[in-house]
């Protein structure tokens, strides 16, 4: 006969609202699978809403609809956008959220992520000493540990049993964020600024750390503005290096996962990700200069 599982129950998530959001293409879709895994996990653990934001075309959206049908606590709803704009759909999400006054906090998780058990642990503690701002880091799998490894780990949540060696590297600046309601009022969003994918989740680590985990004020000719992307922690400089010391003593147990998926290499993709990282530079800059 076989085993089911008994829901986790905790009062402390069904104040949790979880925002997904997500953006169907013809080219990768494995995007509605990954979204049927991240729901699958979310209503295991008992979280308290779950919201899906959806900004694909139309025939992409009757099907993320079949994958949310019927599903407990979900609310899909479709913004459709032109050119993507993280921020706008993000914060779309977190005012369907806030409708619901039973919900104190706010989690934003991509839809290739699964929660580990111990990062379950850590937002029932954060909601219970009501954090107002915190940032999970993500430990990024390498490649062959994608659509199938995603679905195995979500099977035997909460001993998702991963190696140490599937373990590209660990990701210290996401944008895996919780906010309490009233934090994310006093920060009134992600900016809106950023076309594409990227960097709307570092700009918002720069708010809110300021604002609520006492992070120092930087000058405009500070190392700390350096971007530099590397997959070895000894190498971290600029931003990274910083949130990096912040988070170093994290167990491995209480990061995400985030699954193998191939990055985006069309040359539309890059044309914005570089004007973001531009865009994201001088809003830094600015926002600190005027603290």
């Given amino acids: 006969m076989r085993k089911t599982k008994k829901k986790i129950s905790s009062t402390k998530l069904t104040k949790l609202a979880v925002v997904v959001t997500v953006r169907q293409g013809w080219l990768r879709p494995d995007c509605l699978f990954r979204l049927f895994l991240v729901?699958?996990?979310?209503?295991y653990i008992n979280v308290g809403k779950i919201i899906v934001v959806d900004s694909s075309n139309l025939a992409a959206h009757c099907l993320i609809m079949l994958t949310c049908f019927m599903k407990k606590n979900v609310t899909l709803s479709r913004l459709f956008i032109k050119v993507h704009t993280p921020g706008v759909?993000?914060?779309?999400?977190?005012?369907?959220a806030l409708k619901e006054q039973k919900i104190t906090h706010i989690l934003f998780l991509d839809v290739d992520v699964l929660l580990s058990a111990g990062a379950v642990t850590r937002l029932e503690k954060a909601i219970e000493i009501n954090e107002q701002f915190h940032w999970f880091p993500v430990q990024f799998l390498e490649v062959g540990n994608g659509l199938i490894a995603m679905r195995k780990a979500c099977k035997n949540f909460p001993d998702q049993n991963l190696k140490p060696s599937s373990v590209y590297q660990t990701g210290y600046v996401t944008g895996i964020?919780?906010?309490?309601?009233?934090c994310w009022v006093g920060l009134n969003g992600y900016s809106e600024e950023f076309f594409g994918y990227g960097c709307e989740d570092i700009e918002m680590l720069h708010r809110a750390t300021a604002l609520y985990?006492?992070?120092?004020?930087?000058?405009?000719?500070?190392?700390?503005y350096e971007d530099h992307?590397?997959?070895?922690?000894?190498?971290y400089k600029?931003?990274?290096r910083y949130y990096f010391n912040c988070k170093w003593n994290t167990p491995i147990s209480h990061m995400p996962i985030h699954f193998y998926h191939p990055r985006k290499t069309s040359s539309t993709y890059l044309k914005l990700r570089n004007n973001n990282d531009i865009v994201l530079n001088s809003t830094m800059k600015l926002f600190d200069k005027n603290r």
């Fill in 39 to 43: 729901l699958k996990q979310l209503q």
């Fill in 238 to 240: 600029g931003f990274r």
């Fill in 229 to 235: 992307r590397t997959a070895t922690l000894r190498d």
């Fill in 177 to 182: 964020q919780m906010f309490s309601r009233s």
């Fill in 213 to 224: 985990k006492n992070r120092p004020i930087f000058d405009e000719f500070s190392s700390y």
């Fill in 89 to 96: 759909v993000k914060n779309f999400g977190a005012k369907l």
